[in-house]
């Protein structure tokens, strides 16, 4: 049985994404003044499961606004009209769980296999409800077959760095990804770019095979697809100038634009010769004009045959009322946060084993580190000669836990919030989970190298010998660990990339080294600044193991010098003495308390969606 719809015949199957009249405004400049452009203008249409439906047209037609305002993506400006899923207006925390949305770009973690990868999906994304975990791993065997991906389940993603899995087997991967719920729609943003013609046809057919078995209707646009792709289509919407050029079955495009007078020649694929047809000529002012008028008139040509041979909109809603179910709420249950946080606590601890430039350049670096610094200030006496030095060599070791276990650590978050923000689009797990996750797996991965690094300086360079004295030091050491790694998650999440991190995150902590109370003596800063101790964590951390080395001390003073007698005089000149050792310690948990509370909140702000619903 058939139905009519936009002048073509198609089966009944069940309607599941129906828009009318979607146009998308955003505001632009016009010398002083600001206006509305029209992107996309009074686009209709629907989509059925189990078919697969092509957006195609030139650069800056439209598609990926189309794309985007089906799927729930549309950021900033203006967006109208109608869009009903299952027959009934959108609700965006079911309509994201029960759809899925594959991006250009395949943001994965590089060091997990293409089996972890889709393993770790399975854990988060399925329901502990719903599925046990022998079935969720079915379904990843499931997956890697009709994705034909099994020959590839042990290699690494890789990225630029490392060597990894193909385009395509990455690209299948991404889908595969999205395919192990069991969404009623796909979205995929040019899932073939970058790819060669037989991968992106191999990607299209697997995608095309599994939507018809499992009634997905998909939708993916795609930049001139060969003749071959183009034919895997079930239906194809041409878009030009924002505007639906043609919408209905593959099999009558070529017939539809004979009758309107633009017969595709016997061996041009078609998909170029629609492509060229709604292509805006620039070469010139007379050439321009022609193409404009051209593609209005295709415009307004399928408008009105659209009208004219499907009724109207209203009754193919009631229609596909009728087929669709009237509630939206697929209730998908969530799992404890405490199994989300220790599935991605066991992902990352994969991932940052697996980083072996991270791993081994942290234990390396403090061996270095611990023994050029330790010999530097090799066997400290108790003379007065040896204050300096004792100053000098707590104010590295605090020094030691900021730069060196920021900056790597900060790459790393941002690339793996990005990676978050992505997996978070599909409700996939908490952003507390992966916070605390982050959190708990980078601080035992500063400790461990920070730990030894301490050891190494501390008894080289003859601190006090004393285990009350050790282990303070060593707590006041953890303590600034502890506010290092909350900054880094504070600055991380707040900065857009990499880069920013990387000019905010060193400007900040070389102001806290420059009033960490060794450089200029507290007591003499202008009170305009001399308020920035008391929230800077190099300050409290030298200040504590300045009090904890040297108090109770007593120096051996030349005769006929003038030197510092005891530790308290030292402490006392350097104006190190504000606040006790204990008190600083609360500060510098206070602090990373505020910090890692701050991280938080840039994190939440960051990974909220700022869509436009309709
Ligand atoms: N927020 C915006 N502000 C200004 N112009 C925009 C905005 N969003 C989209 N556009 C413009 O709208 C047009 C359509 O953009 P869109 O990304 O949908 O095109 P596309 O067909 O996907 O192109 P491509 O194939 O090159 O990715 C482009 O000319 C783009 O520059």
């Known amino acids: 049985m058939s139905t009519p719809y936009h002048g073509v015949t198609e089966s009944l199957s069940e309607p599941i994404l129906q828009w009318t009249d979607l146009t998308y405004e955003v505001k632009t400049k016009a010398g002083k003044s600001t206006e509305w452009k029209t992107i996309m203008s009074k686009g209709t249409g629907m989509a059925r499961a189990g078919e697969t439906i092509a957006i195609i047209g030139s650069s800056g037609a439209g598609k990926t606004t189309l794309l985007n305002a089906l799927?729930?993506?549309?950021?900033?400006?203006?967006?109208?009209?109608?869009?009903?899923?299952?027959?009934?207006?959108?609700?965006?925390?079911s309509f994201k769980r029960t759809t899925a949305y594959v991006q250009q770009d395949d943001m994965m973690h590089p060091l997990l296999t293409v089996k972890e990868t889709l393993t770790y999906a399975a854990k988060l994304r399925l329901s502990n409800s719903q599925y046990t975990?022998?079935?969720?791993?079915?379904?990843?065997?499931?997956?890697?077959?009709?994705?034909?991906?099994?020959?590839?389940?042990?290699?690494?993603?890789?990225?630029?760095?490392?060597?990894?899995?193909?385009?395509?087997?990455?690209?299948?991967?991404?889908?595969g990804m999205e395919l192990l719920t069991s969404p009623s729609i796909l979205f995929l943003d040019e899932p073939t770019s970058g790819l060669d013609s037989n991968s992106s046809e191999l990607v299209v057919e697997l995608v095309k095979g599994i939507s018809k078995d499992r009634g997905i209707a998909t939708m993916m646009t795609i930049h001139q697809p060969s003749a071959r792709i183009f034919n895997l289509f079930d239906k194809v919407i041409l878009l030009s100038q924002g505007r639906i050029v043609y919408f209905g079955p593959v099999s009558e495009s070529i017939q539809y634009f004979a009758k309107i007078g633009h017969q595709c020649p016997m061996h041009e694929n078609p998909a170029d010769y629609f492509v060229d047809l709604m292509t805006l000529d620039y070469r010139s002012d007379t050439t321009l004009a022609q193409s404009k008028e051209r593609v209005a008139a295709l415009a307004d040509t399928f408008a009105e045959h659209a009208n004219a041979s499907s009724g109207s909109f209203a009754e193919k809603q009631s229609l596909a009322r009728s087929y669709g179910e009237q509630d939206n709420s697929h209730v998908v249950t969530k799992n404890s946060w405490l199994y989300e946080y220790a599935t991605l606590a066991r992902r990352d601890w994969t991932n940052a084993l697996r980083n072996?430039?991270?791993?081994?350049?942290?234990?390396?670096?403090?061996?270095?580190?611990g023994v050029l610094i330790g010999f530097m200030y090799f066997y400290l006496k108790n003379d007065s000669l040896s204050v300096m030095n004792r100053m000098g060599?707590?104010?590295?070791?605090?020094?030691?836990?900021?730069?060196?276990?920021?900056?790597?650590?900060?790459?790393?978050?941002?690339?793996?919030?990005?990676?978050?923000v992505r997996e978070r689009a599909s409700a996939a797990f908490r952003i507390s989970s992966f916070y605390v996750s982050k959190a708990t797996v980078f601080l035992p991965f500063a400790l461990i190298s920070n730990t030894i690094l301490f050891i190494g300086i501390y008894f080289i360079a003859h601190l006090t010998f004393s285990a009350s004295k050790f282990f303070i030091a060593l707590a006041i050491f953890y303590c600034i660990n502890m506010v290092s790694i909350a900054f880094t998650l504070m600055v991380g999440s707040a900065v857009e990339s990499t880069e920013m991190g990387f000019m905010i995150a060193p400007a900040i902590l070389t102001i806290q080294l420059l009033f960490g109370g060794?450089?200029?003596?507290?007591?003499?800063?202008?009170p305009v600044?001399?308020?920035?101790?008391?929230?800077?964590?190099?300050?409290?951390?030298f200040a504590a193991l300045a009090q904890n080395e040297l108090g109770g001390l007593t120096f051996t003073c030349p005769p006929e010098t003038q030197c510092y007698a005891t530790g308290e005089q030292v402490l006392k000149s350097y104006s190190l003495t504000r606040f006790n050792t204990w008190q600083s310690v609360l500060f510098l948990i206070m602090l990373g308390a505020v910090n890692y509370a701050a991280g938080y909140a840039f994190l939440r702000w960051k990974a909220k969606p700022k869509y436009i619903w309709l």
């Open 529 to 541: 600044l001399r308020w920035l101790r008391w929230i800077n964590p190099v300050f409290h951390t």
């Open 356 to 369: 072996t430039p991270f791993a081994v350049g942290q234990i390396m670096q403090a061996i270095v580190m």
């Open 393 to 420: 060599v707590l104010f590295i070791i605090t020094v030691n836990a900021t730069f060196p276990v920021v900056m790597p650590m900060l790459s790393l978050y941002v690339e793996e919030r990005d990676i978050m």
């Open 71 to 93: 799927s729930g993506r549309i950021e900033g400006g203006r967006l109208s009209g109608s869009i009903l899923y299952r027959g009934a207006k959108r609700h965006p925390g």
């Open 133 to 175: 975990e022998k079935e969720k791993l079915e379904r990843v065997q499931t997956v890697m077959r009709q994705l034909r991906l099994e020959g590839a389940k042990d290699t690494p993603i890789g990225n630029a760095q490392t060597r990894g899995v193909s385009g395509g087997e990455r690209k299948r991967v991404s889908v």
């Open 518 to 526: 060794l450089f200029s003596n507290p007591s003499t800063i202008t």
